[in-house]
C-alpha cells in the first residue's frame, strides 16, 4: 500500500510539473516577443571620452536600457544612465545604432526622455498595477551583453521611502535584475508595461540580490506626461 501510494504521489507531480512548465516558459516566450521590439539599449558617452561605454562612474554600468513609449521616436530611459552623458545612442533590437537626443531629465523620479530619428514601436502601458504575486519579465541589457529576459514574481507593490529618488512608487520584483538594466521595461504576462527598472537593493555589490525596484507605470506616464507638456 505504501509503494502504491508514493507511485501515485510521484504520478501526481510530475503530472503537475508537466503542466505548470510549459505555461511558464509560454509566459516569456509571448512576452518577449511582444515587448523586446520596443526595448533599446542605451549607451552613453562619458566626459572626457569619445566612446560610449567607457568612463562611467564607478557603480554605474558602462550601459543601460530604455522602452519606446507613447509615440514615434520617444524613449524614455533612468536618468541616472544618461545624466553626465555628453552624447546618447541606442541599438535596437535588431542592432542598429541610432544617435538620440536628451529631451529631458527628471532627477527627482530618476526617469529621462530621449527622442531618435528612427522609427519606434512603442510599448503598451498595462492600464492596472499588477497583483503582488503576479507574474511578471524584466527585459534589459544587463552588463552591455545586449537585450535579455528574465522572469519572477511581483514581491511587493507601492514601494516608496526607500532612499533612491525624492519621488517613489516602486513595483518590487524579485527578476533577476543586474547593473546595465537601469531604464529596462518589467511586463506582465501579456507584455505590457507595468514598470521601468530602476534599482537593486544590496549592501555589497551592484550585483543582483532578489530585491529588485521599477518605476510603476503611473508614476512614469505622470511623470513623462509633465515633461513632455514642459517640452511644448
Known sequence: MERVLKAFCIGIFALLLAHSAPLQADHAETAWKIASPSVVSVQP????????GFGAPQG?????TG?????????VTAAHVVA???????????????????????????IALL??????????IASDRPATGAHVCAIANAFGLDLSITCG?????????IGFNPIEDFIQTDAA??????????????GRLVGMLSAIFTKESDANAGVNFAVSAELLRARVDKMLESED
Open 45 to 52: 558617452t562619458w566626459p572626457g571620452y569619445n566612446r560610449p
Open 60 to 64: 554605474t554600468a558602462p550601459e543601460g
Open 67 to 75: 522602452v519606446a513609449i507613447l509615440e514615434e521616436g520617444l524613449i
Open 84 to 110: 553626465r552623458a555628453t552624447e546618447v545612442k541606442v541599438r535596437d533590437h535588431e542592432g542598429n545604432q541610432i544617435a538620440a537626443k536628451i529631451l529631458a531629465i527628471d532627477g527627482a523620479s530618476d
Open 115 to 124: 527622442r531618435i530619428d528612427a522609427p519606434t514601436q512603442p510599448i503598451e
Open 153 to 161: 514574481i511581483v514581491s511587493a507593490n507601492a514601494r516608496s521611502g
Open 177 to 190: 535584475v543586474n547593473p546595465g538594466a537601469s531604464g529596462g521595461a518589467l511586463i506582465d504576462e501579456e
